[in-house]
């Protein structure tokens, strides 16, 4: 057949009627294997784009990614669940996704930089740059979150990439074009939106929540994404910059930024607002409609708590360390997870392990917190949320903390910041007031947060997961007494725990008995 090259050619892609007889053919009720056939044919296109005219070029890539766009979303959604999924499932869905996304992206941006080098049919798609920007965005955007979920160091490149995207958008003045940015997806888009959105996502999220939150706040984020604006003048209003001409992470603006003409400032005055509404919305028991989850289905309750964070990030100023850190080399036994630390930690419940657990060495720690840098290998199953028992060595009582931010280096390297709950957990054992006469079964063990400087009557304890109860009240045996625990407020809750505070009555005999 004579190709588009203008010479004759036998590969399928060089005719569009062909390249759809390959789309017609991939698998439409196996989400896995088409979106991984796809995504070797979008390989393809680049390998083959320098014989290709742009405008067939980017034609062939339309026709994939969108075809690819259903079963992405599908596998966004097993990815992203409430419940864990197996490492097999896990490693699997994440090769997939991170994989058609790499190759998406770099494709849309191969097309955007042969048209910016004036390549054979540039011309051709000039009213099409719009639609290309933003689905460049959004693909990078797709391979961002997989990155962010395995905590993985990001590519200096990529920054270069949505530099380019958004760069070129402003120099020929189509940042703001209104398209559409899948069939099937409602409302339009534009590439100053999708930009926006991604610094203002990346910079609340990366690091810091787990997987399934990252991708609710990106979510709540997109659907706001008509309130956020960027600036390239500072006006003391901006909460991150992004630099076009030294492309790196977004960064929260400081009041002594120097300023100059590549920085783009990203305001969200505007997008609080609609947060807020939403919020209303969500704390009357409703998800709106109109916020999309990529067809999934997250409880209320779940989506209001991320989006109140969510606020809080975009609204507060980033918190002052309140203790010093210091400098030190210090080795600390941890145990992951509360049934790991009640193994690990002997707190008088007879769980000691002959185990030895895991040693990993402290880079820096104050009165608050600690960071380690572990090899990924020694923290399997460590992530954002993760409770973790510690002992320093010459140390005999174990803490408890909680991970609240992890990345990778480029050794792979896992650096693990955990905030400190107490340095001294003691073991108790608890009992449902209500029902604690019936059986002796029913008796709970639980870590207390032995907390000496706290004057408030109250106590804090780590438990089983789903055993704190609003409308319970507990009663604790420890050190020797009895004690009421009304409940307050559950603090947190993690996969393998609930953190939970009590009012705390002591009991004389008489009373305690009952």
């Known amino acids: 057949m004579l190709g ?86 896990e490693n699997r869905l994440w090769m997939v996704l991170n994989t058609f996304y790499t190759h998406s992206e770099q494709a849309h941006h191969d097309v955007l930089d042969r048209f910016r080098n004036g390549g054979r049919g540039a011309s051709s798609i000039k009213s099409e740059l719009a639609v290309l920007g933003v689905r460049g965005i959004a693909a990078l955007s797709g391979r961002l979150k997989m990155i962010a979920a395995r905590y993985a160091l990001v590519e200096p490149a990529l920054w270069k990439h949505l530099s380019d995207y958004y760069g070129h958008a402003e120099t020929h003045e189509y940042q703001y074009n209104a398209v559409g940015l899948y069939p099937g997806v409602t409302g339009n888009t534009s590439v100053s939106q999708e930009f926006a959105a991604l610094l203002a996502w990346y910079g609340v999220s990366a690091g810091v929540l787990s997987p399934l939150q990252e991708h609710i706040t990106e979510r709540l984020i997109s659907y706001a994404g008509t309130g956020l604006r960027l600036d390239d003048q500072y006006n003391g209003n901006g909460l991150f910059v992004f630099d076009l001409s030294q492309p790196t992470p977004p960064m929260r603006l400081a009041g002594d930024a120097t300023v100059h003409p590549s920085l783009r400032f990203l305001s969200v005055a505007d997008a609080l607002k609609m947060l807020g509404s939403l919020l209303k919305t969500l704390e009357k028991g409703i998800v709106p409609d109109d916020v999309s989850f990529c067809g999934a289905t997250y409880e209320t309750d779940l989506v209001r708590d991320i989006l109140r964070r969510l606020i809080d990030n975009l609204t507060q100023p980033l918190p002052t360390r309140r203790n010093p850190r210091r400098k030190i080399n210090v080795n600390l036994k941890v145990a992951n997870g509360f049934f790991k630390m009640l193994e690990q930690a002997d707190i008088g419940l007879n769980f000691m392990s002959s185990s030895e657990g895991e040693t990993w060495d402290v880079e820096d720690i104050s009165a608050t917190g600690f960071r380690s840098v572990v090899p990924v290998p020694r923290a399997e199953g460590v992530k954002i949320g993760s409770l973790i028992g510690s002992r320093p060595e010459n140390v005999q009582n174990w803490g408890a903390g909680i991970v609240r931010r992890l990345s990778r280096d480029d050794k792979n390297n896992l650096h693990i910041g955990v905030e400190v709950l107490s340095t001294q957990i003691v073991g108790v054992s608890l009992a449902d007031r209500i029902i604690s006469e019936d059986t002796e079964k029913e008796i709970e063990v639980a870590m207390y947060l032995n907390r000496p400087a706290d004057t408030s009557g109250e106590a804090w304890l780590l438990m089983k997961p789903n055993t704190f109860s609003p409308s319970h009240s507990m009663n604790m045996d420890l050190n020797g007494k009895s004690y009421l625990l009304l409940p307050l407020a559950l603090v947190e809750s993690g996969d393998d725990y609930d953190l939970a505070r009590y009012r705390r009555m002591e009991q004389e005999g008489a009373a305690a008995a009952e």
């Not at 060089?14 to 759809?20: M, N, R, W």
């Not at 789309?23 to 896995?32: A, F, H, I, Q, R």
């Open 4 to 89: 588009i090259f203008g010479k004759k050619s036998d590969h399928p892609l060089a005719d569009i009627k062909s390249a759809q007889q390959i789309l017609d053919e991939v698998p439409k009720n196996d989400s896995l294997h088409a979106v991984q056939e796809i995504t070797g044919w979008i390989e393809s296109i680049v390998e083959l784009a320098d014989e290709f005219r742009l405008d067939h070029e980017l034609a062939v890539l339309r026709m994939y990614d969108e075809a690819a766009q259903p079963h992405v979303r599908k596998l966004m959604r097993d990815y992203f669940t409430v419940q864990p999924l197996s490492k097999f499932q």
